[in-house]
C-alpha cells in the first residue's frame, strides 16, 4: 500500500509524536508498505513567515528523532518538501478548485487562529494550509495517510478536493483514507495535551533524569489526594503510558492496586519507569550516534528527494495531461 505522511518541522519530538504517529509510521514502514514520509516546511512556513531562522534546526532535530525512533531511509522514502518543487504546482492547481468558503470553514483554521495571537495569521497561505496537505498526499497517490485525530479535517477537504478534482478533469487521484493509531493518547506531565509550547512535554531526548523527573511531577488521579484514598486510573494522566508501555499483567497489578489503594502513585510510577526508560534510552543513544555525522542526514534527505521526485514528476505529467495544459 502506498502511505504517505508528514510533519510540520517543530524541532524535537516528544512522547505524544512518537506514540501518536510516530509508531505507526515506524510499523507500516516495516511491515513493507512503500512509504513516503514528509518534513512540510513550506507549511512551518504558513506559520512563521516572519522569523524563519529556527525552522532548518527544527528540520534537523527532528530528521534525527525520526531516524533514531526507527524511521530507516532503506525501506521509507523520506525526505524535505521543499526540496520536491512539484508540490508547489500541484498545489497551485489544487486551488482552482478549492472552494473559498470551504477553507474559511475548516476547524483548524477558526481554532489557531484564535490560539495564535501573537502574530497575524491573515495571510493567503495559512488559510491554503490544507490545499499543500492535499498536493503532499495526491503527488504520491497516497492511499493511506498515518496521522493524529487532529488531522482529520484536513483529510476530509483531501479527499473532497480529490473527487472535484475528479470529476472536473478525469479520474486521476485515489481518495486517501486516514490511518489512526490504537495506542491511548498521552498528555503533558500538567495534565493538559503534551505540547512543547506548554513545557509540559517528555522529550525523546531528554536525559534519563530528566525523564525521572518529569514523571515524579506528573499529575495523577487529582481525586486521589492521598495515599490512602483509592484511585481511577481512567481519570489518571499516567495510567495511559502504562496502557502503553507496560505488560498486560502490570496493568492489571496497577488497576487493581490503584482502586482499592493497595499502592500509591509514587510505587505506581516506578512501576512504570523501566518500560519507559529502556526504549527512551535506546533513542538517545541513536539521536547521538546520528547527529555525530550530519552528512548521513544531508545524505539521507538528497536520496530521499530524488526517488520522491521520481514519483512527483510523473504524477505532474498525468496532471498537466488531465487539465490540459502544456508540458
Ligand atoms: N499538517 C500536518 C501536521 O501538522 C503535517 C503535514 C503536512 C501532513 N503535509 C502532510 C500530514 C501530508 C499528512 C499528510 O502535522
Ligand atoms: Fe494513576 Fe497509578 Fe496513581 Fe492510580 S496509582 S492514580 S493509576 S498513578
Redesign the pocket.
Known sequence: MRIFSGMRPTGKLHLGHLFGVLNNWIDLQNKGNDCFFCIADWHALTTEFQDTKSIEPNIREMLIDWLAAGLDPKKSTIFLQSQVKEHSELYLLLGMITPLGRLERNPTYKELKQEITDRDLSNFGFLGYPVLQAADILLYKGEAVPVGQDQLPHLELTREIVRRFNNVYGKTFPEPRALLTQSPKVNGVDGRKMSKSYGNAILLSDSEEQVRAKIREMV??PK?ARRQDP???DT????PL?EILSTQKTIGD??K??TTAG???V???GLLLPSLLAPLKQIRERREEIASSPKTLDRVLEEGAERAHKIAAETMKEVRKAVKLHG
Open positions: 495523577t488521579d486521589r484511585g481511577d486510573p489518571c494522566n499516567l495510567y502504562h496497577v488497576r492496586g490503584c499502592i500509591g502513585c510505587d505506581c510510577k
